[in-house]
């Protein structure tokens, strides 16, 4: 699979030399008066990724609509500042590992479009031969570990990760992300407090988009306030905007920090919407057409940023209209290749097969 | 007659059931407001209100656990496992516990709780969605299962398992739910443990269950048209299997082909298989064949899901093979 220059660029991103994070160390308000601004390189990297991942999202969504792509497909459109944000603070040999809304995550780690879009329509060039799907995608190479159609599965799995860096003795640290829906799941407070007793570096980050298919969130939870969830464990957690690239990166970095610097785990609750259903096949009459609207409208974090590039780093209409341009290149380039590139040869079924014997 | 879909049909007998047995509850993911993904549950929270239709955070190992506990303690639950790739979370409360404590506990408690999921491939689902497990939970002592492959049976096993003193396994498959079919207007349940003769036939018996059933009457047009006359054994209840039937038929035909959707190795197919030998061996002209999956993951590609999926074609070529 080739390697996306967009991916090696943004991986130096993440350096020392960032303000330091205004938020509160501890307890679950959101950073006061807001969170310290990018440089322009940054926030424009940041716009580059969340766009990339948007209209990534929204050509999956017609393709899925035109039958192109079969099965599920968990669009991650509004959700964009979340994995932008973060993968500024990863850095080589970090990893990432996620549930089945996993279509951002893979494009944030720098994984090929191409590679993406052909998985979704069970292609050969698909980066998993044609034989994973939209929930099941994985890159050693850029530390994306997948990719989980089990709710709550990839916390552990990600715990697991990071217990791999400390007894190998890198300084690498496992981003690990789930839901809202998944923080009820038994799983997530053994991984807890397996992490917090032998201090893995392991950032949790919680994706709270309010509804675990089509149950919301109070309807599902004792207690709301997610970045708490560590605390009998004694794990910092913090509530993030993540609307906000620049809160993301921010509270991100010193969320990693900790890790790296062999203090534990950490728990960012990325509060944040996710703008259509939960799959396709979901008709979302859990929820008004208007909370959708107003989230679109007053928080969206594209138009954000894009605001901060007009108004504080004065790049122009023109600059952002190549922008624009470039990113619908690389999609519909990924789009072409997921229709053209051809269905995997039956043989294929038993390559990458652990077999014991020949098959009777 | 009403003709009903089998999504239809387990609706209705769910209905009936709440409305018969006030101790009968539903709970599980997204089953209430929502009305299950496949809309199974769908106007039974309207009609029962919430206490009774209960939507549930997603913690599949401890809602089987509660079910466990509750059922002792008096009640009826009847729990939805979303996907039966997730019922891999149930395992510790029906192998440690459901299968268990009526026998440890000398008989004090009663476990009549019913777990409702469905499997199946088919559906572009990918190898987390898509898994038919029906050894899984057929191989544990203590626990009825049954795999209905119509909108009669769904509703007749339905309604049985839900009276049924004991914890009922009740595997749907995602690919029937649209299926449309008679379902009795009056009460009428279908026992547990009993399989159906589907397709009388002289040559070969073939035994199937849930959406097997369907190929394997394919299968047996197909044959028909070569003169092989296949007789169709619709299992409906993997356990406790019934025996009778089976023998019945082997005996007629002295050749048997077990289809089953889930993995070969220590498959559930394997276990009829080895069952015929153990009591019709003499009755067997050739070794029983089996057609399931291929021990491997499912894949997502349409054409690699289609190969791996046990279909006609499949079915024919073990029939071939077995009466040749």
Same mark, same amino acid.
């Not at chain 1, 501890?26 to 601004?37: A, I």
């Given at each position: 699979m080739a390697t996306s220059a967009k991916g090696a660029a943004q991986r130096k991103s993440g350096s020392a030399s960032q303000k330091a994070s205004a938020s509160k160390s501890r307890g679950s308000k959101k950073s006061p008066s807001g969170p310290p601004d990018l440089s322009r390189d940054e926030e424009l990297t940041a716009y580059r990724e969340m766009l990339l991942v948007r209209r990534f999202e929204e050509k999956a969504g017609q393709m899925y609509g035109m039958g192109l792509i079969g099965g599920f497909c968990h669009l991650y459109i509004g959700q964009e500042a979340v994995v932008a944000g973060m993968q500024m603070v990863a850095k080589e040999g970090d990893q990432v590992i996620t549930a089945y809304r996993d279509h951002g995550h893979m494009l944030a780690t720098g994984m090929d479009p191409k590679g993406v879009m052909a998985e979704l329509t069970g292609r050969r060039g698909g980066y998993s031969k044609g034989k994973g799907g939209s929930m099941h995608m994985f890159s050693v190479e850029k530390g994306f570990y997948g990719g989980h159609g089990i709710v709550g599965a990839s916390v552990p799995l990600g715990t697991g990760l990071a217990f791999a860096n400390r007894y190998r003795g890198n300084d690498n640290v496992s981003f690990t992300y789930f839901g809202d829906g998944a923080a009820n799941q038994g799983q997530v407070y053994e991984s807890f407090n397996i992490a917090k007793l032998w201090s893995l570096p392991v950032v949790y980050v919680i994706e709270n988009n309010k509804y675990g298919m089509g149950t919301s969130i109070d309807r599902a939870s004792a207690t709301t306030d997610l970045s708490q969830r560590g605390r009998s464990f004694d794990i910092p957690g913090e509530q993030v905007d993540g609307m906000d690239v620049r809160a993301v990166k921010a509270i991100g970095e010193k969320a990693a920090k900790h890790a790296r610097d062999g203090k534990g785990p950490y728990i960012l609750e990325m509060l944040t919407y996710r703008y259509r259903g939960h799959s396709m096949s979901d008709p979302a009459k859990y929820r008004s057409r208007d909370e959708v609207q107003k989230m679109r409208q007053e928080r969206d974090p594209i138009e954000q940023s894009k605001a901060r590039l007009v108004s504080d780093h004065k790049v122009s209409e023109d600059e952002l209209k190549e922008i624009d341009k470039e990113i619908r290149a690389i999609v519909n380039e990924a789009a072409e290749f997921a229709q053209t590139d051809p269905e995997p040869d039956p043989s294929e079924l038993w390559t990458d097969v652990v077999r014991e014997r020949e098959a009777s | 007659m009403a003709k009903l879909r089998y999504a239809e049909a387990l609706n209705r007998a $769910? #209905?009936?059931?709440?409305?018969?047995?006030? &101790?009968?509850? &539903?709970?599980?993911?997204?089953?209430?407001?929502?009305?299950?993904?496949?809309? %199974?549950?769908?106007?039974?929270?309207?009609?029962?209100?919430?206490?009774? %239709?209960? =939507?549930?955070?997603?913690?599949?190992?401890? !809602?089987?656990?509660?079910?466990?506990?509750?059922?002792?303690?008096?009640? #009826?639950? +009847?729990?939805?496992?979303?996907?039966? =790739?997730?019922?891999?979370?149930?395992?510790? /409360?029906?192998?440690?516990?459901?299968?268990?404590?009526?026998?440890?506990?000398?008989?004090? +408690?009663?476990?009549?709780?019913? !777990? #409702?999921?469905?499997?199946?491939?088919?559906?572009?689902?990918? /190898?987390?969605?898509?898994?038919? !497990?029906?050894?899984? +939970?057929?191989?544990?002592?203590?626990?009825? /299962?049954?795999?209905?492959?119509?909108?009669?049976?769904?509703?007749? $096993?339905?309604?049985?398992?839900?009276? =049924?003193?004991?914890?009922?396994?009740? &595997?749907?498959?995602?690919?029937?739910?649209?299926?449309?079919?008679?379902?009795?207007?009056?009460?009428?349940?279908?026992? $547990?443990?009993?399989?159906? !003769?589907?397709?009388?036939?002289t040559d070969v018996s073939i035994i199937a269950s849930s959406r097997m059933v369907h190929e394997s009457l394919l299968a047996a047009d197909r044959l028909a048209g070569e003169g092989i006359a296949a007789e169709v054994v619709d299992l409906r209840s993997l356990r406790p299997l019934d025996l009778d039937t089976l023998l019945g038929s082997v005996a007629r035909t002295h050749h048997a082909v077990v289809v089953n959707e889930g993995w070969r190795f220590c498959g559930y197919a394997a276990e009829v298989s080895a069952t015929l030998m153990d009591h019709a061996f003499d009755d067997l002209d050739a070794p029983v064949a089996r057609v399931t999956m291929p021990d491997l993951p499912i894949p997502y590609s349409e054409p690699l899901e289609r190969a791996v999926l046990p279909g006609p074609d499949e079915i024919v070529a073990a029939v071939r093979r077995t009466v040749a």
């Amino acid at each position: 699979m080739a390697t996306s220059a967009k991916g090696a660029a943004q991986r130096k991103s993440g350096s020392a030399s960032q303000k330091a994070s205004a938020s509160k160390s501890r307890g679950s308000k959101k950073s006061p008066s807001g969170p310290p601004d990018l440089s322009r390189d940054e926030e424009l990297t940041a716009y580059r990724e969340m766009l990339l991942v948007r209209r990534f999202e929204e050509k999956a969504g017609q393709m899925y609509g035109m039958g192109l792509i079969g099965g599920f497909c968990h669009l991650y459109i509004g959700q964009e500042a979340v994995v932008a944000g973060m993968q500024m603070v990863a850095k080589e040999g970090d990893q990432v590992i996620t549930a089945y809304r996993d279509h951002g995550h893979m494009l944030a780690t720098g994984m090929d479009p191409k590679g993406v879009m052909a998985e979704l329509t069970g292609r050969r060039g698909g980066y998993s031969k044609g034989k994973g799907g939209s929930m099941h995608m994985f890159s050693v190479e850029k530390g994306f570990y997948g990719g989980h159609g089990i709710v709550g599965a990839s916390v552990p799995l990600g715990t697991g990760l990071a217990f791999a860096n400390r007894y190998r003795g890198n300084d690498n640290v496992s981003f690990t992300y789930f839901g809202d829906g998944a923080a009820n799941q038994g799983q997530v407070y053994e991984s807890f407090n397996i992490a917090k007793l032998w201090s893995l570096p392991v950032v949790y980050v919680i994706e709270n988009n309010k509804y675990g298919m089509g149950t919301s969130i109070d309807r599902a939870s004792a207690t709301t306030d997610l970045s708490q969830r560590g605390r009998s464990f004694d794990i910092p957690g913090e509530q993030v905007d993540g609307m906000d690239v620049r809160a993301v990166k921010a509270i991100g970095e010193k969320a990693a920090k900790h890790a790296r610097d062999g203090k534990g785990p950490y728990i960012l609750e990325m509060l944040t919407y996710r703008y259509r259903g939960h799959s396709m096949s979901d008709p979302a009459k859990y929820r008004s057409r208007d909370e959708v609207q107003k989230m679109r409208q007053e928080r969206d974090p594209i138009e954000q940023s894009k605001a901060r590039l007009v108004s504080d780093h004065k790049v122009s209409e023109d600059e952002l209209k190549e922008i624009d341009k470039e990113i619908r290149a690389i999609v519909n380039e990924a789009a072409e290749f997921a229709q053209t590139d051809p269905e995997p040869d039956p043989s294929e079924l038993w390559t990458d097969v652990v077999r014991e014997r020949e098959a009777s | 007659m009403a003709k009903l879909r089998y999504a239809e049909a387990l609706n209705r007998a $769910l #209905r009936e059931e709440m409305q018969r047995d006030p &101790l009968v509850f &539903l709970f599980g993911e997204d089953i209430g407001s929502y009305g299950g993904v496949f809309k %199974v549950t769908r106007g039974l929270m309207d009609e029962f209100g919430a206490a009774r %239709v209960r =939507d549930t955070p997603i913690s599949e190992q401890t !809602l089987t656990a509660m079910a466990v506990s509750a059922a002792m303690a008096g009640s #009826r639950p +009847v729990l939805e496992i979303m996907y039966a =790739d997730f019922m891999p979370l149930t395992l510790d /409360a029906l192998i440690n516990q459901a299968s268990i404590y009526e026998y440890i506990w000398a008989d004090q +408690v009663r476990m009549p709780f019913v !777990l #409702r999921t469905q499997g199946g491939g088919g559906a572009g689902a990918g /190898a987390q969605h898509s898994k038919s !497990l029906d050894s899984l +939970v057929a191989h544990i002592p203590g626990l009825k /299962a049954v795999a209905p492959a119509t909108p009669w049976d769904a509703y007749g $096993l339905l309604k049985s398992a839900i009276r =049924d003193p004991g914890p009922v396994i009740f &595997l749907e498959h995602k690919l029937l739910y649209n299926m449309r079919d008679e379902v009795p207007d009056g009460e009428e349940t279908v026992p $547990l443990g009993r399989a159906r !003769l589907v397709r009388e036939g002289t040559d070969v018996s073939i035994i199937a269950s849930s959406r097997m059933v369907h190929e394997s009457l394919l299968a047996a047009d197909r044959l028909a048209g070569e003169g092989i006359a296949a007789e169709v054994v619709d299992l409906r209840s993997l356990r406790p299997l019934d025996l009778d039937t089976l023998l019945g038929s082997v005996a007629r035909t002295h050749h048997a082909v077990v289809v089953n959707e889930g993995w070969r190795f220590c498959g559930y197919a394997a276990e009829v298989s080895a069952t015929l030998m153990d009591h019709a061996f003499d009755d067997l002209d050739a070794p029983v064949a089996r057609v399931t999956m291929p021990d491997l993951p499912i894949p997502y590609s349409e054409p690699l899901e289609r190969a791996v999926l046990p279909g006609p074609d499949e079915i024919v070529a073990a029939v071939r093979r077995t009466v040749a």
